[in-house]
């Protein structure tokens, strides 16, 4: 019965070791209003990403801009010359990154998206 008992007590400790991990997800989230393009950063569990890492691609793959998201997860920057489509790229630490592609008709052109 001990026995059992402990190794339901070990089981249910290596589970819950492994839900932590699945926390820790990212999403990084993008719209564009005017000529203003904005991100929101968060954790699975709701939690803002802080001092999160912003990169901003082209279609080419070529970094157009980096930078840093503030407390509330946000980061926002002015849309770029072009119609082509961008990608955002979210680096949480720990290795933990997350992306948002933004089309071109999204940006206001009509390039392919």
């Known amino acids: 019965m001990i026995r059992m008992l402990i190794g339901v007590i070990g089981g249910v400790a290596i589970v819950l070791a492994a839900v932590p991990a699945q926390a820790h997800k990212v999403s990084v989230f993008a719209w564009v209003e005017g000529q203003t393009i904005h991100t929101e950063s968060k954790f699975s569990g709701g939690k803002r990403v802080k001092g999160?890492?912003?990169e901003v691609f082209n279609q080419q793959g070529e970094k157009l801009l980096e930078g840093t998201t503030d407390?509330?997860?946000?980061?926002?920057?002015?849309?770029?010359?072009?119609?082509?489509a961008l990608t955002v790229v979210l680096t949480a630490g720990m290795g933990h990154t997350g992306k948002w592609v933004i089309s071109g008709q999204e940006l206001g052109g009509s390039g392919p998206s």
């Open 71 to 84: 407390d509330q997860g946000g980061y926002a920057f002015v849309k770029p010359a072009g119609t082509g």
């Open 52 to 54: 999160g890492k912003i």
